[in-house]
Structure formats: structure tokens, C-alpha cells
């Protein structure tokens, strides 16, 4: 179906930036050039908040880039363009129209005949398998059908270039394998009245079974890490080596990535501003326990850990990420390994437990240990929230600055630390914890 | 199934045969345009000023005046909702044109209807001064002066609030800004806009007397309709007619509501936002007439489509382009420019303000108008708290039982809607009759029209108490004071606040008319700023109304802003679980 190599979009040094509180800019999206050909099948992939869905959005012309170029058939994107289509994440259905007026909507802007959108809109409809749908609303519909008709929608306009923005982390595990094949055997077939997609996941094995090529993006800002090259025929397997191989390889990129950021955080701003991800002490206590017990014992690779609990990347890497900073446990080639202090956590009562974490807690994590010593120099044992939040913005989002300050919170309560009043908004030192 | 019958017989042009229900809706259809043509054809016949038409008490005139009474609500409705999506979509729009409307808004909603009419009434008379016209004008727009704003402030609210998701949709599929207001705007703002289309409804009943009997210094009219029935059997002391007057009333009201409101919010069930389907999704049986009509319906579906066609248009006025959020850096001149244009205005109109009323009022008329403020505040708080600790309780015994529930809630919804200062002409009689003091006894008619919007707020509350905590309450043997303070009055203290802010406010625009209460020659005072701002209305000495009005604007807007609003945010964080 490709007619010719050309590319379709292309992205040139483009960067985002987003303003701190104080004003300066904070870098998200760091130099990054991807271009999509025609016939492609791309996959993105990154953590969350890695800037990926960002990346998207600009590629859709619904952001602009702080600098570098968007080309869209050679010229450059400045706004959403005819041949660009999206799917979302979260659907973005019309809930007060039906499923034909739905797909009908997405045809508004090309200003067809009546009778030609209609006519297109049921074809889009029979193809992806709505049909005898066409009269209901999006409410009546299940989670599955929705983003069918966020597909339908898309196709109808014969986009180009198809952005799908993690199109399937919405659905259950069923009903999102179901999609991802019918999906692709329109794709394969050529069905589909697209040139080309992008898709942006954290799915490492659906990225894998979908996409002809992957870009890997790097975190705080995002970077292109790698580019990978999937030429495993279709229709893939999972239980294949190669396709194995490929999974590991992906991993041991994020996690690669990911340690280098860590260690590099914690030499250059001594770590007060080092982000921390936000993971429930249950959550790594949980995971401490398995990693402990037979049949792990002590060490186990992230993609089996991930498969065996059921757990998405975006749900075990936070964990993972804590335990690493916590030191607890270690990210080594895309494998997560206990240390010894790990493995006695794993055996100890819960007071024995919440001691050791707030050793932990003080010795590796520089921003638990600087709370402690500003509410101990302050006369009243107390200060306010804004203080940190203001001290954290000049380093990050206002986003990141809240969610690293709410895991902070949530881990020194649990080591009895520091008390936090949410009514007030004021933290406050524990002096002597039982 | 009935979604496949229709997918096979779309696109294929079937005769469907004429059933009753067809003839049943003509018949509603064409009455409802002849009654409307009537009452229009009035509204445009001569009005000299000198001999106005008498007004009769007899009951047989009863239906027509309920006509025209109704024409005028429409009417009034109509340019509210014009008024609603211009003033609404420019202050969603425009931040600069946001920094000047909304505060602007915030005042116009707390200003009492009457302070509008006695300042426009003489404009509209005077624009067409022998036809009913002019007169009817002024009483609309009194009306519409107690409907349009909190429609407005919906709107824009619904326009500040919409989904991320599917305002990134119609801007990926390029809708235009007119495809954008039709296809996303307005059905989002819908169910909320219809909800306060309804409350201001009620408020419209409320005026209906004081709006259609203007009586403003020299100036006295009598528009034919239900409140001038009722102004004239007051002054005539016929208990009687105030008897038929209500009579009237509420089968006007439940009129309207059967068919206009219960169809209108069955049809909005559908721009719902959730994606869940509701448990009772809500109906109306004259919405399923029109429905299941066939023939009737084949025509409703060619206009259907005429205006889908119309929405689908991609015309493209600047005024509709998408919000201002998140769009571009604005410039900071203009910015500075803007400002400065609006404080040189305000400082201006502030200057001439004082000049107008510096020459006639004195320091003494403001010490005054404060302590009436006070007293009338004084009344607002304490009629709350009395409404808060009758209702409450009683509320949340009928929320609890859903069979009870389900038969108190549309009555308490209705007795919101209806017009309570129908029924003070007998607080008045029984207050003279067993020599009370107007000073305490006419300040409960204050809150008599208001409390309802406690009561079924906080049985909706109650109602949605979910039945796990219920549960849960129960196996820990929660009781008494204790089941009070930690289960149920937090459960519906969201509500309550909802319920309460309406309320209030409702009481201070009913004080204007509920401090000052006649009977025949007999009129009773009972003091404080609703009392003051009636007495200089009806002796049109306009500096002091619009003293009367500042003051309590003042108060209400600050009432909002220091209790009102500081509670509902609070009320939202404490009951949040995430």
C-alpha cells in the first residue's frame, strides 16, 4: 500500500518546554527526531510522563513545539490538518450522539456531501465491526465497542497518518487482545484506509507485536534512547525467542536508562530534587516478599515479574524504581535483585519493618531527611507544604513537585517520621516515636 | 431491540401509517399555537396609560390572564437563553472580556428583581407608550432579570469545564468554531443549563406579581395576568380571589411542568456526560406521545435533520473560536491597556454615582440603609438556621426510605417552584387578625418560598447516602448523636450547603417583598433593607433605591463569598475519597 519511501510526518529537533514556577523553562521533550513513512507502522514507547503522549500531540498539530520543526507532507504543521486522525486513550466519544453520528462528526470538517458522509461513515463502521450498533449511544456501549467507534471515527476521515494515543490501556486484558488482533489483520491486510500510524504505548509486548520500528524514550526530559527495528514476520507469537529477545532488549533499555538518571540525579543536585515515583509501602513491601520467596529467591527479570503478577510496566517500574532508590533492592540489566537489606525486610515484624524504612528513608532519600531537618530547626517543630512544594518547582513540574511530595509524605508517615496534617497543610516532626 | 428495527428501516423511505397518538399531539400542537397567537395578539393591542382595562376579580378570567401570565414567562425565557449563550460564550472566550463579565455577573444575580424594574420601567413604557407593548416589555424584562443570570453563569461555568479529551477530538478533527458550539459546547452545557432554567422559572413565578403590577412612584400599570389578579384582590381584601389566584397558579404550574420542563429534561437525559447509564433514567409521557408518534414524527425528522444540517455548517464567526486556555501567551500591553480602560470606566462611573447621590443623600441615609442591612441579614441567618435544624432531620428520614422519598421529592420540587407570596395576603390577615408584631412575624415569609430547595436537597442527599457506610454504621452499632456527627450530617452536608446557598439567596431577593406586606388599606411593615428599598420604590426616589440596592448587593455577594463558597469548598474536600 506504500506508494512511495517518502515520509509522511517528520519531526525535526523538535523540543517542549513547559514554564516552572518561577518562570523558567522546564525541558520535557529533548531534541527529538522521528519521521513516519508511508506503509509504517511506528510504536513510541516510554514511561508515563515521559513526554510520549506529548510527542503525539504535537505530531497532531494540537501542540506546537517550543522549537524545531514539524513537516507534514513537506510543509510545516502549525494546526490539526486534513489526513491527521487521532485515537484517544480515553476514547473521546460525544456521549449525546449515537455511534453514526459519531463517526459522522469526525467527517464535519471535510465539508462532504450528506450522502457521501453517511455513506463513509457506514462503510468505516462495517469495517471495524459495529455494525447494528449504528443507533446507540456511547454509554450504552462496552469499554471495547467505545474505542471501536474512536476507530471507526478515525478511519472514515482516510487519515495519512493515524495517531492512536495508547489506544487499548483503557480496556481489560481480554478485551484489548481481541482489539489489538482485529486491529491488526485490518492493518496487515490493507484494509485500512491508512497510510500510516503512530502509536504511543507502555505496552512493551504489544509495541512488539504491533509495530515495524519502536523508539524508545529516555525520562526527565525524554530523549530518543533507541531505535528498534521489529522485522519479525506477521502474524507474531509471543512464546517466540525472537520475540523474546526483542522484550528484553526494550527492558533492559528503560531500565538502563532509568539507573543512569537515577545516579546522575543524585550526584548533581545532592537528590533533594530527585523525583521520587509514586509507590505504596504495601505495594513494595508486597513485592519484597515475593521477590524473597521461592521461586525468585532474591532475583527476578522485570519482564517475568511483570507477566507472573499481572502488573502493567507503568505499575512495576515505580516499584521497582522505589525499592532501587530505597536501596531494598537493585535494577540491574533489566532485572530487579534484592539486597541484603531487602532480604531482611522480607523477614521482619511490621515494627521491625517500619524501623528499617526509616533508616532507609533518612540515608537514600535526600528529600525525607531535609524535611526533618527544617521542621527540627523551626521552633515549633512545624512547616507548611507550600515551603517544600515552592523548593521542589524550581527543579520540576508542578505535577512531578506533587506527586514526589505525596510519596515523600505517604513513606514518612508510614516510618513515623514526620506527621502531615492535610487540613492545615502543615507537616510536622514526630519526636518520639514509640 | 428497538435500536436494530430502526438500523434496518434507516435510509429507506417507509409510509407510516396515522396511529391515535398522532391525533392526540396535533391537538396539543395546534392548541398550543392558537393560545400563543392569542397571547401574542393581546400583547400588541392598544394600552392607553390613562384608562387602563380593569382589572377583574372574577374567576372566569382566570385562564386568560394564566395565559398571558405564561406567554410573558416564555417570552422571558427566550431572551434569557439568547442572553445566555452570547454573555456566556464571550466570557468563556475572551479572559480580557472574562475579567469584566463575571464579576459584573456575580452583582447583576445579587441585585433584587424590583431594583431593575424601577429603573427600566419608565424606558419601556416610553418606547411604545400607547400599546400594551411598552408595558409588556418592562414586565418581561423584570422577569427576565430574575431568570437570565444564573442561566449565564451555567453556561460559561459548563464552557470553563469541558473535557479535556473531547475538546483535543474536535480540535484533531478540525471542527469549526460554529460545528465546535453546536456539537460540543452547548449539548455539554445542557443538563446543567436546563436545571437552572427550571430554578429560574420559580424565581420568575416569585416576581410574577410585582413585574406585572408595576407600581413605581406616579407610574401604576396593571398588565392582565395572574399577579395583577392578585395585587387587585389584595387591595380589594377578597380572600376569595387570592383563594382562585393559587387555584390557578398551581395548575398553571404543573402545566408547565408536564409540558415543558419534564419533557425538556427526559430529552437532556442524553448529553449526560457520565458514560454510565443512569439507574432511573428520567421520562415524560408527553415526550413518549411525540415519540411514538409516526407521522408526526416522519415531519419531526425532516426538521431533525434540517438542523443537524445547520450544525454541521462550517461557518466560522471569530466570536466562537475555541477558549482562550492554554492557547498563546497573551500580550502583556494590551493587557496593561485593558485593565487601565476598565479602571478609568469604573473610577468614572463611580464619580458620577457620587455626584448623583452626593447631592441628595447624606451620611445619615447610608448609617440607615446599613443598620436595615443588618436587621434583614440578621433575619436571612437566623430563618436558615430555624429552616436547617426543622429540615434536616426530616430530610434525612425521608432520603433514607426510597418509597417515601420517591412521593415526597417531586412535591417538595414543586413547592419550590411555586410562588410563595401568593399565600401572604393570609400571614397578613391571621398577623392583623390576632395582633402580632410584623417586626417578627412577617420575616418567616421570607424563607416560606426558599426553604423547599433545603429539604429536597438534602433528600437527595440522604438518598444517595451510600449503603455500605449505612451498613457499616449499623454493625458498629453507630447510634444517636454519635450516628449524627460522624455518619449522617457529613454524608449529606455536600447537599445541605447546595441546598442552603440557593436558599439564602432566594430569601434575600423575597425580602423586598415579604417585609412590606399590604392587605386592602392595611400594610404592615415589618423594617429592615428589603422593607426600605420596596418604601422608596413605591415613592420612586431613585437615589435611594439604588443606595437600597448597593447595600445589598454588598451583602449578598459578600455573604457568597466569605460563608457560601468557603463551605462548599470545604464541603468537597472533607467527603472526597481519592
Not at chain 1, 100 to 115: I, M, Q, T
Not at chain 1, 324 to 330: D, P, R, W
Request: hydrophobic share 50%; glycine share 6%; with cysteine.
Amino acid at each position: 500500500m506504500a506508494d512511495d519511501n517518502s515520509a509522511i510526518i517528520d519531526l525535526r529537533k523538535v523540543c517542549m518546554a513547559f514554564p516552572k514556577r518561577s518562570g523558567e523553562p522546564l525541558l520535557v521533550l529533548d531534541d527529538i527526531d522521528v519521521s513516519i513513512r508511508a506503509g509504517e507502522f511506528l510504536g513510541l514507547l516510554g514511561r508515563s510522563g515521559s513526554g510520549k503522549s506529548t510527542l503525539l500531540r504535537i505530531a497532531g498539530g494540537l501542540i506546537r513545539p517550543t522549537s524545531g520543526n514539524v513537516l507534514y507532507r513537506g510543509a510545516p504543521l502549525i494546526e490539526p490538518a486534513e489526513g491527521i486522525a487521532i485515537v484517544f486513550q480515553t476514547f473521546a466519544l460525544f456521549p449525546w450522539l449515537t455511534v453514526l453520528e459519531n463517526v459522522e462528526a469526525g467527517l464535519d470538517a471535510l465539508g462532504l456531501p450528506r450522502e457521501e458522509a453517511r455513506q463513509r461513515a457506514e462503510a468505516a463502521i462495517d469495517l471495524i465491526g459495529l455494525d447494528g450498533f449504528q443507533s446507540a449511544y456511547p454509554r450504552e456501549l462496552s469499554g471495547g465497542m467505545r474505542q471501536r467507534v474512536g476507530f471507526a471515527r478515525a478511519t472514515a476521515t482516510r487519515p495519512d497518518l493515524l495517531l492512536m494515543d495508547e489506544p487499548f490501556s483503557a480496556l481489560d486484558v481480554l478485551t484489548a487482545e481481541t482489539l489489538r488482533a482485529d486491529f491488526l489483520d485490518l492493518w496487515v491486510e490493507h484494509q485500512l484506509p491508512t497510510k500510516s500510524v503512530l502509536m504511543v504505548t507502555h505496552n512493551i509486548e504489544e509495541a512488539v507485536l504491533m509495530c515495524d520500528r519502536l523508539i524508545v524514550l529516555s525520562s526527565n526530559p525524554a530523549r530518543i534512547a533507541a531505535e528498534i527495528p521489529v522485522t519479525l514476520p506477521r502474524p507474531r507469537n509471543r512464546l517466540d525467542d525472537e520475540f523474546g529477545n526483542i522484550v528484553d532488549n526494550v527492558y533492559a533499555v528503560l531500565t538502563a536508562r532509568t539507573i543512569a538518571s537515577l545516579g546522575a540525579l543524585k550526584q548533581a543536585r545532592e537528590g533533594v530534587a530527585q523525583p521520587l515515583p509514586r509507590a505504596s509501602v504495601n505495594r513494595m513491601s508486597g513485592l519484597i516478599e515475593i521477590l524473597a520467596a521461592p521461586p525468585h529467591d532474591g532475583r527476578a527479570e522485570l519482564e517475568t515479574l511483570a507477566s507472573s503478577l499481572s502488573l502493567e510496566v507503568n505499575d512495576l517500574f515505580p516499584l521497582a524504581e522505589a525499592l532501587h532508590i530505597l536501596e531494598f533492592a537493585e535494577i540491574k540489566d533489566g532485572a530487579l535483585r534484592l539486597t541484603a537489606a531487602g532480604n531482611v525486610f522480607a523477614r521482619s515484624n511490621t515494627d521491625e519493618r517500619k524501623r528499617l524504612f526509616k533508616e532507609h528513608l533518612l540515608q537514600f532519600v535526600p528529600l525525607a531527611a531535609h524535611i526533618c531537618r527544617v521542621l527540627r530547626e523551626r521552633e515549633a517543630r512545624q512547616a507548611p507544604r507550600m515551603r517544600f512544594e515552592v523548593e521542589l518547582e524550581d527543579h520540576f513540574t508542578h505535577q512531578d513537585a506533587e506527586s514526589t511530595l505525596r510519596a515523600v509524605t505517604a513513606w514518612g508517615r508510614y516510618a513515623e517520621l514526620f506527621a502531615y496534617d492535610d487540613e492545615a497543610r502543615t507537616f510536622a516532626l514526630i519526636e518520639n516515636p514509640a | 431491540m428497538e435500536h436494530h428495527a430502526e438500523v434496518l428501516s434507516r435510509g429507506l423511505w417507509r409510509q407510516r401509517p396515522a396511529n391515535w397518538r398522532d391525533l392526540a399531539a396535533l391537538v396539543l400542537i395546534v392548541a398550543g399555537i392558537l393560545l400563543i397567537g392569542s397571547g401574542a395578539r393581546q400583547m400588541l393591542a392598544p394600552f392607553p396609560a390613562a384608562q387602563q382595562p380593569e382589572i377583574s376579580l372574577s374567576p372566569g378570567v382566570l385562564p386568560n390572564y394564566a395565559l398571558r401570565t405564561t406567554m410573558r414567562m416564555l417570552a422571558a425565557l427566550v431572551a434569557s437563553f439568547i442572553f445566555t449563550f452570547t454573555y456566556g460564550t464571550l466570557a468563556a472566550k475572551s479572559r480580557r472580556a472574562e475579567m469584566v463579565l463575571i464579576p459584573l455577573l456575580d452583582v447583576l444575580q445579587s441585585v433584587p428583581v424590583l431594583g431593575y424594574l424601577s429603573f427600566t420601567v419608565v424606558f419601556f413604557v416610553a418606547l411604545s407608550p400607547n400599546r400594551a407593548l411598552g408595558v409588556e416589555l418592562a414586565a418581561i424584562f423584570a422577569i427576565f432579570t430574575s431568570q437570565a443570570w444564573n442561566m449565564a453563569f451555567s453556561f460559561f461555568q459548563s464552557l470553563r469545564t469541558i473535557p479535556y479529551d473531547l475538546d483535543e477530538a474536535s480540535r484533531g478533527f478540525r471542527f469549526s468554531g460554529w460545528q465546535r458550539f453546536w456539537r460540543l459546547e452547548v449539548p455539554f452545557a445542557m443538563p446543567g443549563l436546563i436545571w437552572n432554567t427550571m430554578m429560574s422559572m420559580s424565581g420568575g413565578w416569585f416576581f410574577v406579581v410585582a413585574s406585572e403590577a408595576i407600581a413605581v412612584g406616579d407610574l401604576h400599570v396593571a398588565l392582565p395576568g395572574i399577579g395583577s389578579y392578585v395585587a387587585r384582590a389584595i387591595e380589594a381584601r377578597d380572600l376569595a380571589a387570592v383563594g382562585w389566584a393559587i387555584l390557578a397558579m398551581t395548575v398553571t404550574i404543573f402545566i408547565y411542568d408536564q409540558l415543558l420542563f419534564r419533557p425538556l429534561v427526559a430529552w437532556a437525559d442524553k448529553f449526560r456526560y457520565e458514560q454510565t447509564a443512569s439507574a432511573v433514567a428520567p421520562r415524560s409521557w408527553i415526550l413518549d406521545l411525540f415519540r411514538r408518534t409516526s407521522l408526526l414524527r416522519t415531519a419531526g425528522e425532516s426538521i431533525g435533520a434540517m438542523t443537524q444540517a445547520a450544525a454541521r455548517a462550517r461557518l466560522s464567526p471569530r466570536i466562537f473560536s475555541r477558549p482562550h486556555a492554554g492557547r498563546k501567551i497573551p500580550s502583556r500591553l494590551l493587557d496593561v491597556v485593558w485593565y487601565g480602560l476598565a479602571l478609568v470606566a469604573v473610577v468614572y462611573l463611580g464619580v458620577v454615582l457620587l455626584r448623583f447621590a452626593g447631592a441628595q443623600l447624606s451620611w445619615g441615609d447610608v448609617v440607615d440603609v446599613i443598620g436595615d442591612g443588618g436587621i434583614t441579614l440578621l433575619r436571612v441567618a437566623v430563618l436558615i438556621v430555624i429552616a436547617s435544624v426543622i429540615w434536616v432531620p426530616i430530610g434525612i428520614a425521608v432520603g433514607l426510605r426510597p418509597a417515601v422519598a420517591e412521593k415526597v421529592q417531586p412535591v417538595a420540587q414543586f413547592l419550590a417552584a411555586f410562588p410563595a407570596n401568593l399565600l401572604f395576603p393570609l400571614a397578613v390577615y391571621l398577623i392583623v387578625r390576632f395582633d402580632l408584631s410584623p417586626v417578627i412575624w412577617l420575616s418567616p415569609l421570607m424563607i416560606l418560598g426558599t426553604q423547599w430547595y433545603i429539604v429536597f436537597n438534602v433528600i437527595a442527599g440522604a438518598s444517595a447516602f451510600p449503603n455500605d457506610l449505612e451498613e457499616a454504621a449499623k454493625t458498629f452499632r453507630i447510634h444517636g448523636w454519635r450516628w449524627w456527627r460522624d455518619v449522617m450530617l457529613p454524608g449529606v452536608f455536600p447537599y445541605y450547603v447546595t441546598g442552603a446557598i440557593t436558599a439564602s439567596g432566594g430569601a434575600w431577593n423575597a425580602s423586598i417583598v415579604s417585609e412590606v406586606v399590604s392587605w386592602g388599606p392595611t400594610k404592615l411593615d415589618g423594617g429592615g433593607l428589603g422593607a426600605y428599598i420596596a418604601r422608596m420604590t413605591a415613592a420612586g426616589d431613585f437615589p435611594r433605591i439604588a443606595l437600597g440596592i448597593a447595600v445589598m448587593s454588598i451583602l449578598v455577594v459578600g455573604t457568597n463569598r466569605l460563608v457560601w463558597r468557603p463551605l462548599y469548598a470545604y464541603a468537597e474536600r472533607r467527603t472526597r475519597l481519592d
